[in-house]
């Protein structure tokens, strides 16, 4: 049999043993000694139990101490971690762009890490400074006309809620700082590219319909952060005009558009290309006067450039806008109403601003026609409508060849869009300066021929001309060069798409 042992037992056993002890001997012992001894031995058992709390008591403290020690070290284990994890992403071969999730995710958890350590040590000191408290405290005296103590009513769930609700707010908070910190980053990326001219454009034509045959071309800006990282418009547009870039990407955008242009020009046809200005240009009258500046020195080749404006641009140009955009049409440049939101169109008023060409989505146009959408002028009577004042149709986001079809039928010029041909490269040969032209030399004056002498009358007649010169070869017989090939546009982009 196993010895019993005491601590094993309940506090109130010493005190129940004790008044079981005192109330025998009280009763075995007659008169005032057993009553004495009785007490006595019920005092000395609730002194046991009052030790025994104690003891427990000092031993669940100590064991709550022991194990908030080692939750603190196991969290500086995780943290020790976490610096290790942190350094090995530092040092894999990774972009920036890819790796800027990575590091939010380590903050973040190196954040809680280091909130749940300190929640710890704050428990820990907050009970080593109540058990001083306790320690410097008197014995209570028990008074009869005490008031009483009010009890203290804890509500776990509602402490539970606070505790909750404050860590998800530190969690926002290092979420967002990490956030910030990320943006930063890939903001001061795309301003060194654009400040090291780091600007691609790709082209996408704008064909006739029904002939599919390639009219013009639309320059699609995209930004080269590195060899790997290729950004599309959308990943960047809203970037640049929160950090007043869209100027200097429009004034790149416009040098490439006139360099293609002028390669056009030295082609035969009337094909043009056209671009976008960013929305912060639009509304700035020092950007657009910049701009014009662009155009005014390269007016030579502005007759094959298109400029395409937002319909909501359009709308809320001011006077002074409105002014620098009729100097540009003075120049040549033709305007394209672009990101139609609906067909509330007035011809001759585009027109006397220079508006030549009209995109609307094939979606919209679509919509219309299904009655989805209603409008005072009909999806089919737009393109004899715009015709009237010399204005062309453009369908634009064009995505299959039922779409194209039902385009040809609403009587659409022109198309665009991924049923005719995706965005491509364009060569950087395209956008070298052309090799000035040889200066042609005069041709030295022909050496005067040498009279013949002077003949008699019978060698006339006979007509033995003596002194004559031998008679030149007929020039049809002379090898000639053959004349240098002409490729067209569409053979150089599709050699710089190879």
Same mark, same amino acid.
Not at 349 to 361: S, W
């Given at each position: ?55 427990? %008591? ?157 009219? %013009? ?28 870039? %869209? ?252």
């Amino acid at each position: 049999m196993a010895p019993a042992r005491l601590k094993a037992l309940h506090p109130l056993a010493g005190a129940v043993t004790g008044l079981s002890a005192g109330a025998a001997v009280a009763i075995l012992l007659p008169g005032g000694l057993g009553a004495a001894l009785g007490l006595l031995a019920s005092g000395a058992g609730f002194m046991l139990a009052m030790r025994a709390f104690e003891r427990r %008591g000092l031993a669940r403290h100590e064991q709550a101490m022991a194990g908030l020690g080692e939750v603190k070290v196991r969290l500086a284990t995780n943290a020790i971690r976490l610096d290790a994890l942190s350094q090995r992403v530092e040092q894999m071969p990774m972009r920036d762009a890819d790796a800027a999730p990575a590091r939010a995710a380590i903050h973040e958890l190196t954040a809680e890490v280091g909130l749940l350590g300190d929640l710890i040590h704050q428990v820990a000191t907050t009970l080593a400074d109540h058990e001083n408290v306790l320690a410097r405290l008197p014995d209570p005296v028990v008074s009869a006309t005490a008031a009483p103590v009010p009890e203290v009513v804890l509500d776990p769930e509602a402490m539970r809620r606070e505790r909750a609700e404050k860590l998800a707010a530190e969690r926002t908070a290092a979420a967002a700082a990490a956030r910030e910190e990320a943006e930063a980053e890939r903001a001061a990326l795309i301003g060194k590219a654009l400040g090291e001219g780091r600007l691609e454009i790709h082209l996408q034509p704008i064909v006739s319909l029904p002939q599919r045959r390639t009219c %013009g071309y639309e320059a699609l800006a995209r930004l080269r952060l590195d060899e790997n990282t290729l950004l599309l418009p959308h990943e960047f547009l809203e970037t640049v005009e929160a950090r007043g870039f %869209g100027p200097t990407l429009d004034a790149l955008v416009l040098t490439r558009a006139l360099a293609i242009a002028r390669h056009l020009g030295s082609k035969e046809g009337s094909i043009f290309v056209s671009c976008n200005f960013s929305n912060a240009t639009w509304t700035s009258s020092r950007a657009l006067a910049t701009l014009t500046r662009i155009l005014d020195k390269y007016r030579e080749h502005t007759g094959h450039l298109v400029i395409e404006m937002p319909q909501a641009v359009f709308r809320e140009l001011d006077p002074t806008s409105l002014g620098l955009l009729g100097a540009m049409s003075a120049n040549g440049v033709r305007f394209a109403l672009d990101q139609l939101a609906d067909l509330r169109l007035d011809p001759r008023a585009l027109f006397d601003r220079g508006i030549r060409y009209v995109k609307a989505p094939a979606a919209l146009l679509q919509a219309h026609v299904e009655g989805r959408i209603q409008s005072d002028i009909a999806a089919g009577d737009l393109a004899a409508l715009l015709a009237r004042v010399a204005i062309i149709l453009v369908a634009d986001q064009v995505e299959d060849n039922p779409a194209a079809a039902g385009m040809i039928e609403l009587g659409a010029t022109m198309g665009q869009g991924l049923a005719f041909s995706p965005p491509r490269p364009v060569k950087p040969e395209v956008f070298a300066e052309p090799e000035p032209r040889p200066v042609a030399q005069p041709a030295p004056a022909p050496a005067e021929a040498e009279r013949p002498p002077p003949q008699s009358i019978a060698e006339r007649l006979l007509g033995q001309d003596k002194g004559s010169p031998a008679p030149l070869p007929f020039p049809g017989a002379a090898a000639q060069e053959a004349p240098p090939e002409r490729l067209p546009f569409r053979a150089v982009l599709r050699r710089a798409s190879a």
